[in-house]
Each structure stands twice: as structure tokens, then as C-alpha cells.
């Protein structure tokens, strides 16, 4: 069964709240409030995909329960109709003005209601859609992977990316520096809503930036990071969503890694001549929160069939029926008993194992493995 | 998971009990943006209940010290423990946070408002200094 739009209005009038309820609820799933205040309360547990309010209410009124949401993140875009005694052209104006989308004055035709609230409504639709529509259009020019790369430098690199919705969190960026080094980053673009979605192609541009104009040009991946870090800190258009980032450096000599982290996972090593597991540990914070940040760099010197493996959060994260995560323990194990495996082969492995705990189901977060191997 | 909050004079002292999971975030979503609401707000986030956090908490987390930070506001954080302690650190957020043992040490490297003197949380707690 399709699910119904829901309609929150906003009455102080008992009597049209009813006559409201009763026009609109057989076809819409109505809730209720008295004031602007209680109007906020219930958006703040659930949004509804519509509101229609009155103007002259006790407590708080239409005008001000607008600009509320129009403040507020994710709520500013709900489509919003007055529905009031007051007809006058000044007061349609100050409605207009707020960003309302339409403005009724009693009495009011039910024929008229029911086609007003529906052309919104598909209007707030079509609008989505196309807005999803472009986010797909851009997921499908991301590079998810899905082929080993053999880097020029004697590395070989497979990753992978799942992404969860349309539009992946999860991004991986590869390329060659001027002094033959290639580096290798993998981050984790993280908020909720449209808002953050929005604006997370701004975070794309800043990384690329950074990435292609400065870090191709120097050496020192921790001001490439502090870099970074500044811009992301100083765009307050990006204070909803937040970002980490683990940036390998592999050396022409075929031997020498630095790695930089900024609030991610570990980088997993797995140690062809010993059969063990380690973690690379170069802790920095999480990106775009505190300016004066510091990003360690830590040098490590790989041997021959030795495997970097590192994954998102969506990986460890994974859920099963029972709730349980699938955790850094099991990750552990499957990159212990596979370590030999090639970089495809034991990324895929890893991904088998995560879907099956999952039971199949769909991911709740994007999932990405890569896996490093000195060739 | 579940979220009081107190003020004491201007700071508000956040108490958070249960699991910061997605899901828990997803619901209380509401009352983590009513926090932060007015611009310029002080906050502590007395993390003691939280015994478990996952991307999505510490999401919730960053999300409230960017907001106040941006709006001239600060928020402190207390009593973090075990796993969550871990994950902070995991995450580079033991030095990017202003991270204390305690709400009363958190409530004492506030700057006092002028002309008052800032009573410790403890002495709040009883119930003695609050006029």
C-alpha cells in the first residue's frame, strides 16, 4: 500500500480543525496542534510533508511559527499553506514574503482545498525527485571502483564502494604527485538530510583542491591536511556534516608509506612474512572541526605481499538481525585468514562476509574496502 | 537514549543516558537541535550514562560543538568512559574537544559571568547555592 502524505495543520478553532480534518483526512494521514509552539514540538519529532496554519493564534501565530522553520535546518523546505480570516492584500504579502507557498481565506470550497493542497504537494514532489535525480546523475560520474589499479610506483590498489543511497558519502581520490609518489585517500563525508547532501559536494570541491593543486606539489601530506582543515572550518555553510579522512602516500621506492588520518578507521597492515595484523596509527581529528588541528604523518616500510586494508565506517558498522554491529574483531579475522589473498579477491571476501552477517539486507550506511598490496 | 537539560546561569548542562546510536540520534533529532537553538549558547554534555556510540553519536557530538562554536558559543564535554572513550579517540576527538573529568571541572573553566560567581556543580546538586 502506498504511503499517505501527511498533512500537519495548525487551528486554534476546534470547530474548522475538525471541518479541516474531516475534508482532508481521507486522503491525507492528518496530526494536529493549537499554536505555533506545539506546531514546533510535533514537527520536531516528525516532520509532516505539508503544513497548513492559521494566522492569528494564541501563544505563537502563523507568521512566527514560518519563520521558525524557515530558520531551521531541514524544515525550511516544508511546503506551507495559510489557510485564515485575514484577506487582506498586505497580509497575503507578509505571507508571501515568508516563503509560504499558498494563502487561503475563509470560507473556503472543499474542491478548492483538496486541488491547492494536491498541485503543492506534487509540486514538492517533482521537486525531490529532480533534486535526487541530479545527485544520481553526479553518483554515477563518482568512480566506485571495482578494478584493481596497478600504481606506477609497484603498488597494486582494488577498491570498492557501495554506496547505501543515491548519493555516497563514501569517496575514494588516487593520482600521481609531481615527484612520482601516488597518493591515496579515502574519506567519509557524514550528516543527515537534504542540507547535507547539498553541501557535500562543497566538501568534494575543497578536497579535490587541496588534493590537485597542493599535495601533488609537496611533500608534506600533513599541510596538505591543515590546509584543508582551514577551509572546512571556516565555511559555515558546512557546520551540519563533517568528514574523516585517511590520506597514504606511496613512495617511488616501492617500500616507503606515510600515512595521515583525520578521525578514521586505522589503516589495517597485514604482514605477509609473519602472518599478522597491525594497525598504522596516525591519529588526527575529524575534519573541519577545530582550526588549529594537528595531523601526525607516520612512516611505515612495507615488504613485498604485505596488505593495506582499510574501510569505511559502514563496513564495521554493519548490522545483523539481532542488532549486533559487525565490529573490528570480525574484520580482523577475515583479513587474518585471507591476508594472502590478492587485493580484489580479499576486498571481495571482505564484502561477502559483511553482506552475509547482514543477512543480504539493504546497507544502512555506504560500504567501501580498499586494499593496498606492495607488488 | 534520553537528554535533560539544566541551566546553570547561562550554561546549559546537557545530561545524556543510553546508546548513541543512529537510530537513538534519528529520534531525539529534535531536542539535539532545540540545544542549540539560540545562538551563542554554552553547553556541557555530561556523557556519563553513554555506554555505547557509533559514527552517527559522534555525528550528533560534532554537530552541537560546530554549531555553538559558529554561533560564539562553546560546549564542554564530561565524564566520558569506556568504549565511548576509545571511539573519541579513534575518532582524534580526545585533543579536538574540550574534554573534562568531570561537569564540575567542565562548569569551572567557563568564564564566569560578571558580577557572579559561578556555583559548582556539586554544591547545585545539593541544593545549597541556588538563589
Known amino acids: ?375 | 537514549m534520553n537528554i535533560n537539560h539544566i541551566m546553570i546561569d547561562d550554561i546549559g548542562i546537557v545530561t545524556v543516558r543510553g546508546n548513541m546510536s543512529a537510530d537513538a540520534i534519528e529520534e531525539t533529532r529534535g531536542e539535539i537541535e532545540s540545544l542549540v537553538a539560540k545562538d551563542g549558547q554554552k553547553l556541557i554534555l555530561d556523557m556519563e550514562g553513554v555506554a555505547f556510540i557509533d559514527s552517527a553519536g559522534i555525528g550528533a557530538v560534532v554537530y552541537l560543538v560546530k554549531k555553538c562554536r559558529h554561533s560564539g558559543g562553546a560546549v564542554k564535554i564530561a565524564n566520558v568512559q569506556g568504549m565511548v572513550k576509545d571511539v573519541f579517540r579513534m575518532a582524534g576527538l580526545d585533543k579536538a574537544l574540550d574534554i573534562y573529568p568531570s561537569v564540575d571541572l567542565a562548569l569551572k573553566n567557563f568564564p564566569e559571568p560578571k558580577g557572579k560567581v559561578l556555583v559548582g556543580y556539586d554544591e547545585y546538586l545539593r541544593g545549597s547555592a541556588v538563589s
Open chain 1, 1 to 375: 500500500m502506498m504511503k499517505r502524505e501527511s498533512i500537519l495543520i495548525v487551528e486554534d478553532d476546534p470547530h474548522f480543525m475538525k471541518l479541516l480534518e474531516y475534508n482532508l483526512g481521507k486522503y491525507y494521514q492528518i496530526t494536529n496542534a493549537a499554536n505555533g509552539i506545539q506546531a514546533l514540538e510535533s514537527i520536531g519529532k516528525k516532520a509532516p510533508d505539508m503544513i497548513i496554519s492559521d494566522i492569528m493564534m494564541p501563544e505563537m501565530d502563523g507568521y512566527t511559527l514560518k519563520e521558525a522553520l524557515k530558520n531551521k535546518m531541514g524544515t525550511d523546505a516544508i511546503p506551507f499553506m495559510f489557510i485564515t480570516a485575514k484577506g487582506t492584500n498586505n497580509e497575503r504579502q507578509k505571507g508571501l514574503a515568508l516563503g509560504i507557498d499558498d494563502y487561503l481565506v475563509k470560507p473556503i470550497e472543499r474542491e478548492t482545498l483538496l486541488s491547492r493542497v494536491r498541485q503543492i504537494l506534487d509540486r514538492a514532489k517533482i521537486y525531490k525527485q529532480s533534486f535526487f535525480e541530479d545527485l544520481q546523475t553526479n553518483y554515477v560520474r563518482q568512480n566506485c571502483g571495482g578494478k584493481t589499479l596497478a600504481l606506477t610506483n609497484g603498488f597494486d590498489l582494488y577498491f570498492q564502494i557501495l554506496p547505501a543511497d543515491v548519493a555516497s558519502g563514501d569517496y575514494v581520490e588516487i593520482f600521481t604527485c609531481r615527484d612520482g609518489d601516488s597518493v591515496v585517500a579515502l574519506g567519509d563525508i557524514a550528516g543527515k538530510g537534504l542540507k547535507a547532501k547539498y553541501f557535500s559536494s562543497t566538501y568534494w570541491a575543497y578536497l579535490k583542491t587541496v588534493f590537485h593543486i597542493y599535495l601533488r606539489n609537496s611533500n608534506s601530506l600533513t599541510n596538505g591536511l591543515i590546509q584543508l582543515n582551514g577551509l572546512l572550518c571556516n565555511d559555515p555553510s558546512l557546520e551540519d556534516i563533517f568528514t574523516t579522512l585517511i590520506c597514504l602516500k606511496l613512495g617511488k621506492d616501492r617500500n616507503r608509506i606515510t600515512s595521515i588520518n583525520a578521525g578514521h578507521l586505522p589503516v589495517l597492515w597485514w604482514r605477509a612474512d609473519e602472518g599478522q595484523l597491525e594497525h598504522i596509527e596516525a591519529r588526527g581529528p575529524l575534519l573541519g572541526l577545530h582550526e588549529g588541528a594537528v595531523f601526525p604523518e607516520i612512516e611505515t616500510l612495507v615488504r613485498p605481499n604485505d596488505r593495506l586494508v582499510i574501510v569505511s565506517d559502514g563496513v564495521i558498522e554493519a548490522l545483523n538481525k539481532e542488532g549486533f554491529f559487525y565490529g573490528m574483531e570480525r574484520l580482523q579475522d577475515v583479513i587474518s585468514k585471507n591476508g594472502s589473498f590478492n587485493p580484489e579477491a580479499l576486498a571481495k571476501s571482505l564484502l561477502y562476509e559483511v553482506s552475509e552477517f547482514r543477512s543480504w539486507t539493504p546497507a544502512n550506511d555506504d560500504v567501501t574496502v580498499m586494499v593496498i598490496s606492495r607488488s
